[in-house]
T-cell receptor, first 114, second 112 residues
Framework: SQTIHQWPATLVQPVGSPLSLECTVE??????LYWYRQAAGRGLQLLFY??????ISSEVPQNLSASRPQDRQFILSSKKLLLSDSGFYLC?????????????FGPGTRLLVL | SQQGEEDPQALSIQEGENATMNCSYK?????LQWYRQNSGRGLVHLIL?????REKHSGRLRVTLDTSKKSSSLLITASRAADTASYFC????????????FGSGTRLLVRP
């Protein structure tokens, strides 16, 4: 069966520090991968998605970047964190070729920038 | 712009009652999905209904879709305290993109 992992679960970082959040998927090949951010009590904002290795689509220009160095690995990064980067970050995957179909979410990373 | 908008934003009911949540969207769609999120956790897929379907059931869940009104409803029957969570609708926007567009959610509280 397929599983999705995210780490760390929580992270407290000072303003101006770098960020690296990792997401890995097991049990499937060539998944579509997604990074979302969720502000407290709000819906999900799509940040990036990827349909293959090295293929990244950015939805919202901002202080973050994403990379997909391996088929089942998706990384969210920042060189210098801002206070506004605080939030709950969720990684998700969907089956190859099924873009608008069911997405499966990881447990999320709660990021607090101080 | 926001595609799915859930209504109400918050709902509090007694255990055993039915809970109904609504979702409105703006563009044409191929499908609409409902997800559940427990506090501080990831989202869990509940049900997917396609644009050519009008109603779908899964256990205590009943979803309806009215494409002429661009709206959907999620009914949870015989609610339980464990149903307490936020519920989100998501649409695919009707194009061939790989994206889902989520609403801001309904927070459901089921009182024991």
């Amino acid at each position: 069966s397929q599983t999705i992992h995210q780490w760390p679960a929580t992270l407290v970082q000072p303003v101006g520090s770098p960020l690296s959040l990792e997401c890995t998927v097991e049990g499937t090949s060539n998944p579509n991968l997604y990074w979302y951010r969720q502000a407290a009590g709000r819906g999900l904002q799509l940040l990036f998605y990827s349909v293959g290795i090295g293929q990244i689509s950015s939805e919202v220009p901002q202080n973050l970047s994403a990379s997909r160095p391996q088929d089942r690995q998706f990384i969210l990064s920042s060189k210098k964190l801002l206070l506004s980067d605080s939030g709950f970050y969720l990684c998700a995957w969907s089956a190859e070729g099924q873009g608008g179909e069911t997405q499966y979410f990881g447990p999320g990373t709660r990021l607090l920038v101080l | 712009s926001q595609q799915g908008e859930e209504d109400p934003q918050a709902l509090s009911i007694q255990e055993g009652e039915n809970a109904t949540m609504n979702c409105s969207y703006k563009t044409s769609i191929n499908n609409l999905q409902w997800y559940r999120q427990n506090s501080g956790r990831g989202l869990v897929h509940l049900i997917l209904i396609r644009s050519n379907e009008r109603e779908k059931h899964s256990g205590r869940l009943r979803v309806t879709l009215d494409t002429s009104k661009k709206s959907s409803s999620l009914l949870i029957t015989a609610s339980r305290a464990a149903d307490t969570a936020s519920y989100f609708c998501a649409t695919d926007g009707g194009d061939s993109s790989y994206k889902l567009i989520f609403g801001s959610g309904t927070r459901l509280l089921v009182r024991p």
